[in-house]
């Protein structure tokens, strides 16, 4: 199941692997109206990112649905996988707190994997320094018995592992071609130029790393 808040946050890369091991993906425009679903009609959750903040719960009340259902699941270690505003949201599951950053993090950068995220499968064969796409001005704290898999330079919460299967991500790994050109419309022309020799990088590394949450989720 993906929950998609915008039109041009979607699954990206993600849906490419899925198909490639005959996984239907369910994908619900929660910025249309779709329902947030029961956790009993999910065998796995990934949730993407979006413009709005985990604590707007006044401006969009189904963010609350969305924490409820990913702390079930993240509970009940069933495979989940939040991109971004994503993961902000499952840090709030868990019980922690999200809140503006000091700057807002955009454009092409890297994120360094700490001593175990150097172990964890989720980054086998991706290196120790990854390159990735940021694009937030938010960050949260690390929830009790999660395990901080990779910081940045500006943000030291950018992934994190709770249980064996439930995973969060600040970060974007996920762009395919078709996602690149509808972020076009939303970047500054400074992050926009980056692009062409940058996009296919975090291309090549996110693959792997979409991969490997699929190979540990089943």
Known sequence: MVLQHAAWEGPGLIGLEAEARGL???VRRLDRGDRVP???DVDGLVVMGGPMGAYE???HPILASECRLMGQLARNDQPVLGVCLGSQLLAKALGESVFPG???EIGFGAVELTALGKHDPLFAQAGEII???HWHGDTFSLPKDAVLLASSVQYTQQAFRFGSCVYGLQFHVEADSKTWLRWQKHLQKDVIEE???KQSLVEQIGRQVIANFFDIAL
Do not use: Y
């Open 24 to 26: 239907r993906l369910d």
């Open 102 to 104: 000091e700057t807002p």
């Open 57 to 59: 719960d006044g401006k």
């Open 38 to 40: 029961e956790a009993d």
């Open 131 to 133: 390159p990735v796409f």
């Open 195 to 197: 692009f062409n020799p």
